[in-house]
């Protein structure tokens, strides 16, 4: 599918509703509100928003701990992505996940994880699965710069070329892991996506800030997945415009680093004027602003009045099948 | 009745499930091909082909990797890891996936794996390829802790765990592999969470998995002629517990040993103490004895390997102990 207009408008509703959501979840952070780390992405709107414009809810998506973009544009109940965020009964995973820990199985999500790397390994087996039973969905697995020292990663890659199987890494590459940055703590040659070649995969270095760039690799890596060609690795280069965390100060970023890619490579700005160069009203993308801005404070209201998981909860869903043995509660 | 090999009786539940279910698999390294490092995976490639039976690089955790995300599709994969040592590059997936995928996204998720692994002493393999890591996997709520002690139970409780929808790491102690028994040529399942009565007895009751439930049987025998009766109890399920069998058996028997091959520090015993301590006190009059290894590595000379693991007459002598209180 090309990227007309109407989809590049699409896009554009799409990356100002995650930008607005995360601002909203960063101010609920802030006030108390939602507990626990908060890993943002504002500033990388349009590598969640090309990703998912590719993938359909057939395929199974693993996003990382700064992915509420990827929930968001699954497929899902958006209020109950933000309700689970508040640690919500009515959340997608009934409060019990929070922000790093959202599943929504019917549309693909197959849950973040707050251990870096870790679903690099597990991604290998849905993809595995689409091949075992030969069905043509695909699986996209999300890793940052930093994340590109697991071993979980390295062992997927090598298996995962070596089976064949259709699995796509986005490597989200935002300048830093924390606070250091990749070539302070890792060896490669030009790009860390280099090393794909190491285990006979392709990959591609794409300006992550250009939705479209971003959507037409993906595109291609898909492509090559359903038609049986194998994993690839796609690394997007971007930066998050705040701290690692919701309040991180971040004081390790040097002098006006952050000011430059929010003036030069803002990927909202940056897709707005490719639109009005196409002729698109001005109004017309004002109204989509508001749109989303509207759409996420219904989120919010939704969260807000939400009630907490119950106390019998906290023993619900340990095993998935009771033994003989087990009394109530267990 | 025919006799089984523990390792055969293994392969056959293996080969009667994935005859049943075309969603059970095998992974691991030299499964295929070579039918396992213990013969336990033998003639499953030829029948079943590759994508049934993978031969891994060593990479385990991208091996349990693999089985959880396929298990979470509703496949059902057994991953053998050759020797129960090298759990610990597994040990991200078991504990972050495997055992919280159900929990953590409120039921959606499940990741019924079995992983089958070799574990235990007496093959002079020393400190990477002999120990016993039961209690490691203990303290992870959500994974059920499966260790049969003969061929029959070897047989049914690898089918229960193969149906089973929960995460499963199943103890195969390598010095049954080549003992025999009677095993039934149909598929049957043995429940899993429940303990066996192996002997029933009224003095002391004995808890004893594995190769060391061998040592408490002979030890029975033994106190016969002095007319002492032991109950010995196969827990074969170690978490969770049936803790009503061992329970009724202390009531009745008032004396307790747990004979574990791991090192004694937070090994099962001490958790089977610390339960039976916490709802049982008033029933007992004797400490509960726990015999155990020294907490120790497995050394490599086979002299100190004797003396570093417990054998039957560390068990014998723990119970005396224990009537002699
Ligand atoms: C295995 C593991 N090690 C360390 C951490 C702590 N941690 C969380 S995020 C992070 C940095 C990740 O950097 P990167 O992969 O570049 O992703 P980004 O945060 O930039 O999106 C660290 C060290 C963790 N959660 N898991
Ligand atoms: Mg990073």
Redesign the interface.
Known sequence: MGLNVDKLKQMYYHMNLIRRFEEKVDEHSKKGDIPGFIHLSIGQEACQTGVMHVLTENDYKFPDHRSHGICLLSGSSKEKVMAEIFAKKTGLCEGKGGSMHIADVEVGNMGNNAIEGSITATSLGTAYASKYRDEDNVTAVFIGDGTCGRGELHESMNMAANLKVPLIYILVNNGYAISTRAEEAHSFPEHLSDRAAGYDMPSEVVDGNDVKKVYNAMERAVNRARNGEGPSMIELLTYRWQGHFSGDPASYRPGNEVEKWKEEKCPIKNLRSKLENKGVQAGTLDKLEEDALKEVEEMVEFALNSPEPDLEDATKYIYAEKYESMKEGE | MRQLKFSQALNEALHQEMERDEDV?VLGQDVGKMGGDFGVTKGLWKKYGE?RV?D??L?E??M????????????R?VVEIMFADFITECF??IV??SAK????????????IVLRTANGGGFRAAYHHSQNPEAWLMNI??I?VVAPSTPYEAKGLLTASIR???PIVFFEHKMLYSTSGEVPEENYEL?????KVKKEGTDVTVIASMKMCEYALKAAKELEKEEISLEVIDPR?LV??????IFDSVAKTNRLVVAYEAPKTGGYGAEIAGLVNDEMFEFLKAPVKRVASLDSPVAFSPKLEDHILPGYEEVLNGIKEVIDY
Do not use: V
């Open positions: 698999f994508k993978i891994t690089p990479s955790a991208a349990l990797g693999l089985s959880n995300g396929a298990a979470f599709t509703g496949l994969p991200d997936q972050n996936n995928a159900h929990y953590m996204f409120a039921g959606q998720l499940t990741a019924p709520p959500g059920t089973s929808e929960n429940p899993l969470g429940k303990a399920t969770p517990f049936d803790k009503e069998t």
